[in-house]
Protein backbone atom coordinates (compact mmCIF):
# COMPACT_ATOMS: atom_id res chain seq x y z
CA UNK A 1 0.00 0.00 0.00
CA UNK A 2 1.90 3.79 -0.65
CA UNK A 3 1.14 5.83 2.55
CA UNK A 4 0.52 9.39 2.30
CA UNK A 5 -1.32 11.52 4.25
CA UNK A 6 -2.02 15.29 5.24
CA UNK A 7 -1.28 16.82 8.45
CA UNK A 8 -2.83 20.07 8.51
CA UNK A 9 -4.94 22.27 10.48
CA UNK A 10 -8.67 22.11 10.82
CA UNK A 11 -9.12 26.15 9.36
CA UNK A 12 -6.03 28.09 8.17
CA UNK A 13 -7.48 30.27 11.07
CA UNK A 14 -5.90 28.05 13.81
CA UNK A 15 -2.32 27.77 13.56
CA UNK A 16 0.32 25.45 13.74
CA UNK A 17 0.24 22.29 16.14
CA UNK A 18 2.94 21.66 18.53
CA UNK A 19 4.66 18.78 19.05
CA UNK A 20 6.21 18.80 22.24
CA UNK A 21 7.49 22.42 21.79
CA UNK A 22 8.42 21.83 18.22
CA UNK A 23 5.99 23.49 15.37
CA UNK A 24 4.38 22.25 12.48
CA UNK A 25 5.15 25.51 10.22
CA UNK A 26 2.73 26.25 6.94
CA UNK A 27 0.88 22.88 8.30
CA UNK A 28 -2.47 25.02 6.93
CA UNK A 29 -1.07 24.81 3.23
CA UNK A 30 1.89 21.63 2.83
CA UNK A 31 0.86 18.71 2.34
CA UNK A 32 3.65 16.01 3.80
CA UNK A 33 4.23 12.78 1.95
CA UNK A 34 4.71 9.72 4.50
CA UNK A 35 8.51 8.54 4.37
CA UNK A 36 10.37 6.13 5.85
CA UNK A 37 9.85 5.29 9.39
CA UNK A 38 13.40 6.36 11.53
CA UNK A 39 13.79 2.49 12.82
CA UNK A 40 13.43 1.89 8.94
CA UNK A 41 11.10 -0.64 6.92
CA UNK A 42 9.64 -3.66 8.60
CA UNK A 43 10.41 -6.97 8.26
CA UNK A 44 8.67 -9.97 7.81
CA UNK A 45 6.64 -11.69 10.74
CA UNK A 46 9.06 -13.16 13.30
CA UNK A 47 7.98 -16.43 15.24
CA UNK A 48 5.19 -14.47 17.15
CA UNK A 49 3.70 -12.83 14.17
CA UNK A 50 5.42 -9.46 14.62
CA UNK A 51 6.68 -7.50 11.90
CA UNK A 52 9.15 -5.38 13.30
CA UNK A 53 12.19 -3.02 12.18
CA UNK A 54 15.94 -4.80 12.24
CA UNK A 55 17.41 -4.41 15.94
CA UNK A 56 13.63 -4.98 17.54
CA UNK A 57 12.39 -8.07 19.25
CA UNK A 58 8.82 -9.40 20.38
CA UNK A 59 7.54 -12.06 23.05
CA UNK A 60 4.39 -12.75 24.30
CA UNK A 61 3.51 -11.69 27.87
CA UNK A 62 0.22 -13.12 28.62
CA UNK A 63 -2.64 -15.14 26.61
CA UNK A 64 -6.52 -14.84 27.74
CA UNK A 65 -7.31 -17.69 30.08
CA UNK A 66 -3.70 -18.46 30.95
CA UNK A 67 -1.74 -17.93 34.19
CA UNK A 68 0.89 -15.38 33.86
CA UNK A 69 2.35 -14.52 37.22
CA UNK A 70 0.19 -16.32 39.12
CA UNK A 71 -2.87 -14.81 37.83
CA UNK A 72 -5.28 -15.93 34.89
CA UNK A 73 -5.17 -13.30 32.09
CA UNK A 74 -8.70 -11.73 31.22
CA UNK A 75 -10.32 -11.63 28.01
CA UNK A 76 -10.18 -8.83 25.07
CA UNK A 77 -7.62 -7.00 26.88
CA UNK A 78 -8.10 -3.46 26.46
CA UNK A 79 -6.29 0.34 27.43
CA UNK A 80 -2.97 0.18 29.35
CA UNK A 81 -0.11 1.80 31.20
CA UNK A 82 3.27 0.96 32.63
CA UNK A 83 4.42 2.47 36.14
CA UNK A 84 7.76 2.21 37.94
CA UNK A 85 8.26 0.08 40.41
CA UNK A 86 11.28 -0.56 42.49
CA UNK A 87 14.07 -1.43 40.11
CA UNK A 88 10.78 -2.86 37.96
CA UNK A 89 8.12 -1.63 36.85
CA UNK A 90 4.35 -2.50 36.23
CA UNK A 91 2.10 -2.92 32.92
CA UNK A 92 -1.99 -2.39 34.02
CA UNK A 93 -4.42 -3.98 31.18
CA UNK A 94 -7.98 -3.01 30.75
CA UNK A 95 -10.63 -6.23 30.32
CA UNK A 96 -13.34 -4.90 27.49
CA UNK A 97 -15.57 -7.50 28.76
CA UNK A 98 -19.29 -7.27 30.51
CA UNK A 99 -19.66 -7.70 34.26
CA UNK A 100 -16.56 -9.02 35.04
CA UNK A 101 -14.36 -6.67 33.26
CA UNK A 102 -11.79 -4.74 35.56
CA UNK A 103 -8.26 -4.56 35.60
CA UNK A 104 -5.29 -6.60 35.85
CA UNK A 105 -1.37 -5.57 36.44
CA UNK A 106 1.76 -7.44 36.02
CA UNK A 107 4.79 -6.45 37.58
CA UNK A 108 8.25 -7.31 35.78
CA UNK A 109 11.44 -7.34 37.45
CA UNK A 110 14.79 -5.36 36.37
CA UNK A 111 15.53 -8.31 33.91
CA UNK A 112 12.03 -7.96 32.16
CA UNK A 113 10.94 -11.18 33.79
CA UNK A 114 7.52 -11.41 35.25
CA UNK A 115 7.61 -11.52 39.05
CA UNK A 116 3.33 -11.37 39.49
CA UNK A 117 0.30 -10.17 38.46
CA UNK A 118 -2.76 -9.36 40.35
CA UNK A 119 -6.62 -7.85 40.11
CA UNK A 120 -6.58 -4.18 40.51
CA UNK A 121 -10.09 -3.96 39.66
CA UNK A 122 -13.45 -6.48 39.92
CA UNK A 123 -17.17 -6.13 38.51
CA UNK A 124 -17.18 -3.93 36.48
CA UNK A 125 -18.28 -3.67 33.12
CA UNK A 126 -16.28 -3.33 29.40
CA UNK A 127 -12.99 -1.40 30.86
CA UNK A 128 -11.81 0.01 27.48
CA UNK A 129 -9.13 2.62 27.82
CA UNK A 130 -8.75 5.27 30.31
CA UNK A 131 -5.03 7.05 32.02
CA UNK A 132 -2.23 7.37 34.12
CA UNK A 133 -2.33 10.22 36.65
CA UNK A 134 0.79 12.39 38.01
CA UNK A 135 -0.03 10.44 41.37
CA UNK A 136 0.66 7.29 39.98
CA UNK A 137 -2.88 5.73 39.61
CA UNK A 138 -5.10 4.30 36.68
CA UNK A 139 -8.24 5.65 35.70
CA UNK A 140 -10.17 2.32 33.94
CA UNK A 141 -13.18 3.97 32.50
CA UNK A 142 -16.50 1.69 31.38
CA UNK A 143 -17.36 2.09 27.65
CA UNK A 144 -21.34 1.48 28.42
CA UNK A 145 -24.36 3.66 28.33
CA UNK A 146 -23.76 5.75 32.32
CA UNK A 147 -20.47 4.36 32.38
CA UNK A 148 -18.29 5.11 35.41
CA UNK A 149 -14.13 6.41 35.77
CA UNK A 150 -12.11 4.15 38.23
CA UNK A 151 -9.40 4.97 40.32
CA UNK A 152 -7.24 1.95 40.61
CA UNK A 153 -3.79 1.16 42.41
CA UNK A 154 -1.39 -0.36 40.20
CA UNK A 155 0.76 -1.33 43.25
CA UNK A 156 -2.45 -3.60 44.34
CA UNK A 157 -2.18 -1.98 47.90
CA UNK A 158 -5.53 0.24 48.03
CA UNK A 159 -9.39 -0.60 46.91
CA UNK A 160 -10.06 0.80 43.47
CA UNK A 161 -13.01 3.60 44.16
CA UNK A 162 -15.44 4.78 41.55
CA UNK A 163 -15.26 8.80 40.67
CA UNK A 164 -18.36 9.41 39.51
CA UNK A 165 -18.13 13.64 39.53
CA UNK A 166 -16.01 12.66 36.71
CA UNK A 167 -19.78 11.96 34.44
CA UNK A 168 -21.47 9.24 33.57
CA UNK A 169 -21.68 8.59 29.94
CA UNK A 170 -19.51 6.09 27.44
CA UNK A 171 -15.78 6.48 28.32
CA UNK A 172 -13.44 6.05 26.26
CA UNK A 173 -9.83 7.16 27.55
CA UNK A 174 -8.63 9.69 29.88
CA UNK A 175 -4.88 12.21 29.76
CA UNK A 176 -4.12 13.99 32.67
CA UNK A 177 -2.92 17.88 32.13
CA UNK A 178 -0.83 18.44 35.34
CA UNK A 179 -0.06 22.40 33.51
CA UNK A 180 -3.81 23.04 34.39
CA UNK A 181 -4.77 20.62 36.32
CA UNK A 182 -7.59 18.76 34.49
CA UNK A 183 -8.32 15.55 32.91
CA UNK A 184 -9.16 15.42 29.20
CA UNK A 185 -11.94 12.72 28.34
CA UNK A 186 -13.00 11.10 25.25
CA UNK A 187 -16.56 9.83 24.44
CA UNK A 188 -17.22 6.58 22.23
CA UNK A 189 -20.09 7.76 20.91
CA UNK A 190 -21.32 8.82 17.18
CA UNK A 191 -22.11 11.88 18.44
CA UNK A 192 -19.84 11.88 21.53
CA UNK A 193 -18.19 14.50 22.97
CA UNK A 194 -14.72 16.05 24.48
CA UNK A 195 -14.48 16.66 28.08
CA UNK A 196 -12.61 17.67 30.76
CA UNK A 197 -12.53 17.25 34.57
CA UNK A 198 -11.47 20.10 37.26
CA UNK A 199 -11.01 18.52 40.73
CA UNK A 200 -11.21 20.82 43.40
CA UNK A 201 -8.41 19.57 44.77
CA UNK A 202 -5.25 18.41 42.57
CA UNK A 203 -4.83 15.03 42.93
CA UNK A 204 -8.00 14.01 44.08
CA UNK A 205 -10.78 12.96 41.68
CA UNK A 206 -13.59 12.74 44.34
CA UNK A 207 -15.32 15.82 43.48
CA UNK A 208 -15.15 18.57 41.26
CA UNK A 209 -16.89 20.57 37.64
CA UNK A 210 -17.06 18.22 34.25
CA UNK A 211 -17.27 20.62 31.20
CA UNK A 212 -17.62 20.25 28.14
CA UNK A 213 -15.66 21.69 24.46
CA UNK A 214 -17.79 24.02 22.86
CA UNK A 215 -17.56 25.77 19.60
CA UNK A 216 -16.12 24.89 16.10
CA UNK A 217 -13.41 28.27 15.65
CA UNK A 218 -12.35 29.68 18.57
CA UNK A 219 -13.23 26.83 21.82
CA UNK A 220 -14.49 27.28 25.25
CA UNK A 221 -15.40 25.11 27.97
CA UNK A 222 -18.75 25.44 29.59
CA UNK A 223 -19.91 23.04 32.83
CA UNK A 224 -21.83 20.20 32.28
CA UNK A 225 -25.52 21.24 33.96
CA UNK A 226 -25.65 17.12 35.09
CA UNK A 227 -22.55 15.42 35.11
CA UNK A 228 -24.76 11.63 36.02
CA UNK A 229 -27.80 12.58 34.73
CA UNK A 230 -30.40 9.25 35.54
CA UNK A 231 -31.26 6.52 32.92
CA UNK A 232 -34.21 8.79 31.04
CA UNK A 233 -32.82 11.99 31.77
CA UNK A 234 -31.07 14.10 29.15
CA UNK A 235 -27.24 12.66 28.48
CA UNK A 236 -24.38 14.81 29.27
CA UNK A 237 -23.21 14.88 25.36
CA UNK A 238 -26.57 16.49 24.57
CA UNK A 239 -26.98 19.29 27.74
CA UNK A 240 -25.07 21.61 26.61
CA UNK A 241 -26.28 22.76 23.10
CA UNK A 242 -23.37 24.52 22.00
CA UNK A 243 -21.15 20.95 22.24
CA UNK A 244 -18.65 20.20 20.10
CA UNK A 245 -19.47 16.46 18.81
CA UNK A 246 -16.72 14.14 17.36
CA UNK A 247 -17.53 10.79 15.72
CA UNK A 248 -16.29 7.67 18.15
CA UNK A 249 -13.61 9.77 20.67
CA UNK A 250 -10.82 7.02 21.27
CA UNK A 251 -7.76 7.41 22.52
CA UNK A 252 -5.86 10.55 24.87
CA UNK A 253 -2.80 11.47 25.51
CA UNK A 254 -1.15 14.94 26.84
CA UNK A 255 2.38 16.27 25.90
CA UNK A 256 3.83 19.67 26.48
CA UNK A 257 0.41 21.61 26.37
CA UNK A 258 -1.65 19.70 23.44
CA UNK A 259 -3.97 16.83 24.12
CA UNK A 260 -3.94 14.71 21.09
CA UNK A 261 -7.54 12.19 21.14
CA UNK A 262 -8.56 10.24 18.02
CA UNK A 263 -12.29 10.11 16.73
CA UNK A 264 -12.76 5.97 14.51
CA UNK A 265 -15.54 7.59 12.56
CA UNK A 266 -13.69 10.09 11.10
CA UNK A 267 -10.68 8.38 11.38
CA UNK A 268 -8.60 11.74 12.54
CA UNK A 269 -6.03 12.14 15.35
CA UNK A 270 -6.89 15.57 16.94
CA UNK A 271 -4.93 17.77 18.82
CA UNK A 272 -6.47 20.38 21.34
CA UNK A 273 -3.52 23.39 22.15
CA UNK A 274 -4.72 24.22 26.09
CA UNK A 275 -2.33 26.71 25.90
CA UNK A 276 -3.68 28.63 22.93
CA UNK A 277 -7.32 27.06 23.45
CA UNK A 278 -7.33 26.24 20.33
CA UNK A 279 -8.59 22.94 18.13
CA UNK A 280 -6.95 21.19 15.03
CA UNK A 281 -5.98 17.63 13.51
CA UNK A 282 -2.61 16.56 12.84
CA UNK A 283 -3.74 13.68 10.79
CA UNK A 284 -7.14 13.09 8.27
CA UNK A 285 -7.31 9.58 7.93
CA UNK A 286 -5.82 9.98 4.18
CA UNK A 287 -4.70 6.32 3.92
CA UNK A 288 -1.76 5.73 6.32
CA UNK A 289 -4.05 4.84 9.11
CA UNK A 290 -6.93 2.84 9.27
CA UNK A 291 -9.15 2.53 12.16
CA UNK A 292 -7.24 5.46 14.75
CA UNK A 293 -7.69 3.98 18.18
CA UNK A 294 -5.35 4.00 21.71
CA UNK A 295 -2.42 6.77 21.32
CA UNK A 296 0.49 7.17 23.37
CA UNK A 297 3.57 9.31 23.44
CA UNK A 298 7.77 9.33 24.13
CA UNK A 299 9.24 12.29 25.43
CA UNK A 300 10.61 12.93 21.69
CA UNK A 301 7.43 14.24 20.79
CA UNK A 302 6.47 11.24 18.75
CA UNK A 303 3.43 9.64 18.92
CA UNK A 304 2.55 6.09 18.68
CA UNK A 305 -1.46 5.40 17.31
CA UNK A 306 -2.55 1.64 17.32
CA UNK A 307 -5.38 0.56 14.90
CA UNK A 308 -8.89 -1.20 15.43
CA UNK A 309 -8.76 -3.57 12.63
CA UNK A 310 -7.15 -2.10 9.17
CA UNK A 311 -4.04 -3.06 8.47
CA UNK A 312 -3.28 -4.23 12.78
CA UNK A 313 -0.59 -2.07 12.53
CA UNK A 314 1.38 0.31 15.21
CA UNK A 315 1.81 3.97 13.44
CA UNK A 316 4.61 6.76 14.30
CA UNK A 317 3.56 10.60 13.91
CA UNK A 318 6.61 12.10 14.17
CA UNK A 319 7.38 15.88 14.72
CA UNK A 320 8.92 16.52 11.69
CA UNK A 321 5.80 14.97 9.68
CA UNK A 322 6.65 11.29 9.07
CA UNK A 323 3.34 9.05 9.32
CA UNK A 324 5.21 5.11 9.45
CA UNK A 325 4.49 1.92 10.99
CA UNK A 326 6.54 0.50 13.62
CA UNK A 327 5.14 -2.84 13.94
CA UNK A 328 2.22 -5.09 11.97
CA UNK A 329 0.88 -8.37 13.41
CA UNK A 330 -0.10 -10.79 11.17
CA UNK A 331 -2.94 -12.97 10.70
CA UNK A 332 -4.85 -10.88 13.20
CA UNK A 333 -8.32 -9.10 10.61
CA UNK A 334 -10.78 -9.61 13.17
CA UNK A 335 -8.63 -8.10 16.15
CA UNK A 336 -7.55 -4.80 17.10
CA UNK A 337 -4.56 -3.46 18.90
CA UNK A 338 -4.61 -1.99 22.21
CA UNK A 339 -3.11 -0.75 25.51
CA UNK A 340 0.40 0.68 23.62
CA UNK A 341 2.07 1.81 26.89
CA UNK A 342 6.17 2.31 27.30
CA UNK A 343 7.97 0.94 29.95
CA UNK A 344 9.68 3.74 32.61
CA UNK A 345 12.89 3.84 30.08
CA UNK A 346 11.59 3.86 27.41
CA UNK A 347 12.80 0.86 25.86
CA UNK A 348 9.90 -1.97 26.20
CA UNK A 349 6.94 -1.39 24.25
CA UNK A 350 3.45 -3.36 25.85
CA UNK A 351 0.00 -3.77 23.39
CA UNK A 352 -2.30 -6.46 23.17
CA UNK A 353 -4.08 -7.90 20.48
CA UNK A 354 -7.52 -7.76 21.39
CA UNK A 355 -9.03 -10.81 20.05
CA UNK A 356 -5.73 -12.17 18.20
CA UNK A 357 -5.51 -14.48 15.74
CA UNK A 358 -9.35 -16.19 16.59
CA UNK A 359 -11.34 -13.12 16.20
CA UNK A 360 -13.54 -13.93 18.96
CA UNK A 361 -15.68 -11.15 19.88
CA UNK A 362 -15.61 -12.44 23.85
CA UNK A 363 -12.03 -11.47 23.17
CA UNK A 364 -11.07 -15.04 24.58
CA UNK A 365 -8.00 -15.20 22.15
CA UNK A 366 -6.68 -12.21 23.64
CA UNK A 367 -2.94 -11.67 23.50
CA UNK A 368 -0.70 -9.19 25.09
CA UNK A 369 2.79 -8.32 23.90
CA UNK A 370 6.32 -7.09 24.78
CA UNK A 371 8.29 -5.24 22.02
CA UNK A 372 11.91 -4.38 22.82
CA UNK A 373 14.96 -2.33 20.88
CA UNK A 374 16.15 0.96 20.29
CA UNK A 375 13.01 3.38 20.34
CA UNK A 376 13.60 7.11 20.29
CA UNK A 377 13.38 8.14 24.20
Given at each position: ?????????????????????????????????????????????????????????????????????????????????C?????????????????????????????????????????????????????????S????F???????????????????????????????????????????????C?????P???????S??????????????????????????????????????F????????????????????????????????????Y????????????????T??????????????N????????A??????????????G??????????????????????????????????????
Open positions: MQRRTFLRTVSAGLGAVAFSGALWHDAATSAVVAGASPYGPLGPPDANGVALPAGFSSRVVARTGRPVGGTLWHPAPDGGAFAAGTGWIYVSNSEVPLIGGATAIRFRSDGSVERAYRILDGTNLNCAGGRTPWDTWLCEEIRGRVYETDPYGERAARSRPAMGRFKHEAAACDPDRRVVYLTEDESDGFYRFVDTWGDLSGRLEVLCGDGPVEWRPVPDPSPGVLQRQTRHQVSAARHDGGEGCHYAAGICYFTAKGDRKVWAYDAQRQSLSWVDGGGTLDGVDNITGAPGDLYVAEDGGNMEIIITPDGVVPVLRLDGHGGSEITPAFSPDGSRLYFSSQRGTSGNSAGTGGITYEVAGPFRH
